[in-house]
């Protein structure tokens, strides 16, 4: 059975090492800090100016001007610190955030990744992403494997503006977990109840089966 967005969060989440810094894109990603794995301890990073944010606040518990990069409302855990966006993109331009999460409307099995325009739509402006894409070390994204049409979002080639070229890792879809290595999709994992099958019917890019895919285990 396909993953929910809470359940992909879910998954990536056990990707979180200790004293990571972690910067998590709009829409999914920011749903991991919800499910960081017991005995670690993780910061995340917003580069609207925040470093130490929690999980989402319980509704009525809201304080509308403590907000992340995609203007949600956070909580802040003990220590946390607000400085000004120079410095939060001086932080993600000097390399210094370990793990860099992502959405994503197409990745290929080059590792691009385009998630800021459809062309034709009205967007403000590609934000962060485009310090994300260049200066982080490990980028997972965190997606749904097709479009509503059926269409896969796991391509040969992007078809959409790029935000970032040869940059993503990994991939956590509803369907499963790729890495990206020269130049070819490699599954690792299939969630629980889908087949290797539905996944390859699913995926346009080339993709590496080896061995027995394990399921997904949280």
């Known amino acids: 059975m396909a993953l929910n967005k809470e359940q992909i969060a879910q998954r990536i989440a056990k990707e979180l090492k200790d004293k990571y810094f972690v910067n998590l894109g709009i829409g999914i990603p ?86 800021w325009k459809i062309p034709g739509k009205m967007v403000k402006g590609m934000g962060g992403a485009m310090d994300l894409v260049a200066s982080a070390e490990n980028i997972i994204v965190a997606m749904m494997h097709a479009n509503k049409a059926g269409e896969s979002k796991i391509l040969k080639k992007c078809t959409l503006p790029l935000t970032g070229v040869n940059c993503v890792k990994k991939v956590v879809t509803d369907l499963c977990v790729m890495s990206i290595e020269n130049g070819s999709f490699k599954l690792l994992e299939r969630a629980p109840g889908v087949s290797v099958e539905q996944i390859q019917a699913a995926t346009e890019g080339d993709l590496i089966i080896e061995g027995e895919i394990p399921e997904m285990i949280f």
Not at 30 to 57: D, W
Not at 97 to 112: C, I
């Open 30 to 115: 920011t749903l991991v800090a919800n499910y960081i794995p017991q005995g670690i301890e993780v910061e995340f990073q917003s580069e609207n100016g925040v470093l130490g944010m929690g999980p989402f606040p319980f509704e009525g518990e809201e304080d509308a001007d403590v907000i992340n990069a995609g203007k949600q409302t956070i909580t802040t855990m003990d220590g946390a610190s607000f400085f000004d966006s120079a410095m939060s993109f001086g932080m993600i331009r000097g390399k210094h955030v370990d793990l860099t999460v992502l959405g994503a409307m197409e990745v290929d099995q080059n590792g691009d990744i385009a998630n």
